[in-house]
């Protein structure tokens, strides 16, 4: 069984300063973890993945994530927050199947304000 | 843009109603997904189709049907819905691989009246 947790349903940074959202996994086997993040009325945009390449994986719009086996945790990071990071961020794991499709295990999503 | 392309964006329908939700993609990804979210929630799994078979269905209610025509398509097939089923249906696909990503479309808005 995999699960996902997300500390922090909501985040407020000031606009300049360092976002970090946390994301901490449970998985039997290695894992697949994905960040996204969803827009007011929009579906899901991949920001970055870690596949068991790199264990700091850098994305889209700035953001990177650091794998850390040890501590189960993937936590998202961007060194100074813009406004329009403004947004639902959800954290995934996956372990893929036999039958080319993923089955992703969502978590319960992190709402980033930035303030002005 | 999204290359996942849903249709309609915004759907009102009565609780008698048929109605179905359609996906498009062409990025040549065997692997699609229909997802349920409710408001301040994560996305649901419902159905996947892979190689257009049905590979996992959820335990969703019958009163929706999923149907996969081809490789680029996925519809959702809806009947006799509750209000309680109103919220966004987002479709995604994804490649062959494991830890392929999904890609998502931007969903249908469904309010159930």
């Known amino acids: 069984a995999q699960s996902v947790t997300q500390l922090g349903s909501h985040v407020s940074v000031s606009e300049g300063a360092l976002v970090l959202l946390r994301c901490n996994y449970s998985?039997?086997?290695?894992?697949?973890l994905f960040w996204y993040v969803q827009y007011p009325n929009q579906g899901l945009q991949l920001l970055l993945k870690?596949?068991?390449?790199?264990?700091l994986v850098k994305g889209i719009n700035g953001f990177e994530a650091e794998f850390k086996k040890s501590e189960t945790s993937f936590h998202l990071t961007k060194p100074s927050a813009h406004m329009s990071d403004a947004a639902e961020y959800f954290c995934?794991?996956?372990?893929?199947?036999?039958?080319?499709?993923?089955?992703?295990?969502f978590g319960t999503g992190t709402r980033l304000t930035i303030i002005p | 843009d999204t290359e996942v392309t849903q249709t309609p964006k915004h759907l009102v329908m009565g609780m008698t109603n048929k109605k179905s939700l359609k996906c498009e993609q062409h990025?040549?990804?065997?692997?699609m997904y229909w997802y349920k979210q409710k408001a301040k929630k994560p996305p649901e799994l419902m159905f996947v189709y892979s190689y257009e078979k049905l590979s996992i269905n959820e335990s969703v209610p019958s009163r929706f049907s999923p149907e996969c025509p081809n490789s680029s398509l996925l519809n959702l097939h809806l009947h006799a819905l509750q209000p309680e089923d109103s919220a966004l249906y987002l479709c995604?696909?994804?490649?062959?691989?494991?830890?392929?990503?999904?890609?998502f479309g931007n969903g249908t808005r469904l309010t159930v009246t």
């Open positions: 995934a794991v996956g372990r893929g199947s036999n039958f080319g499709n993923e089955k992703l295990t």
């Open positions: 995604a696909s994804s490649g062959q691989g494991a830890g392929s990503p999904l890609h």
């Open positions: 990025m040549g990804h065997r692997a």
């Open positions: 998985s039997s086997v290695p894992p697949y």
């Open positions: 870690y596949t068991s390449a790199a264990t």
